[in-house]
């Protein structure tokens, strides 16, 4: 009966497990199709001779060594690593807070869930839309300026508040800032609510809970959150060049040149770059914490 019993039980096991690879098949040929192959051919062509005409499949390091010996491409990749880091703070700064009050402090679910579909309201309108939506706000004359000059704060316009670092900043701070709230607000509404109530009946202020409790527990969302952010932030290029009249370079906006240019074997070497900038931020920020065990 019991050598029975165990053969029926293993059973479904069995047949769980035979069923596994074609659960995973769909998912891994998606990857291989559109994810390792693309790669691998954006890393071959990049090494593809380019004349101005044409480009030949004779291998060859030419692009790699002028962009690696340009100053205007090197800057490029500064650039777009000092608006990552800027943006990517700013939304940490604007959006951990905004989450703190959405998951931990309203209770009611109904409440939350509307304070959150408010966060991602601006989607429903068009990308370039919300983009060029800021250069009213933020032009000498806009209502930014406007509204300083009225409340006499300022004497004269701002200008870098336009067509600099400074707005690329702000527009996309505003666009992405929802990818971060989301994140740490699940996050924050998974923590007990009675683990902060013994805590504060033990005597522990709001500052030492915050320390202690709400932000190891966080730090899941944030993590999630700045993976999301960072992905957007580093392959953008459209944002810059609406918001800051093409002073700011990035490496999304060299892309968009080069194959504009058909120069493919050079817009791959920037690629290639981009892709492994990325790779190093996402592998740095998975070892922050551990997604397998807190998610």
Known sequence: MTTTGETAAAEPARSARGRTPWLLAPGLIWMVLFLLVPILMMVYVSFWTQTTFKIEPILTTKSWVTFFSSETYLDALWTTIRIWLTVLAATILVGYPTALFVGLFVRNKTLQTSLLVLCVIPFWTSFLIRVLAWRPML????????????????????????????????????IYCVFMVGPVAFMLGRIDPNVIEAARDLGAGFWRIFRTIILPLSMPGVVVGSIFVSVMVLGEFATSAALSGRKVN???????TQVGSL??????????????????????????????KEL
């Open 250 to 256: 990035l490496l999304g906006n060299i892309i968009v």
């Open 139 to 174: 032009g000498k004359e806009g209502a930014i300026n406007l509204i300083l000059l009225k409340g006499g704060i300022i004497s004269q316009p701002i200008e870098a508040l336009l067509f600099s670092d400074l707005s690329v900043v702000i527009g996309m701070t505003q």
């Open 263 to 292: 120069k493919w074997a050079f817009a791959a070497v920037v690629g290639v770059v981009l892709t492994i900038v990325m790779g190093a931020v996402v592998a740095g920020l998975l070892r922050i914490v551990d997604l397998r």
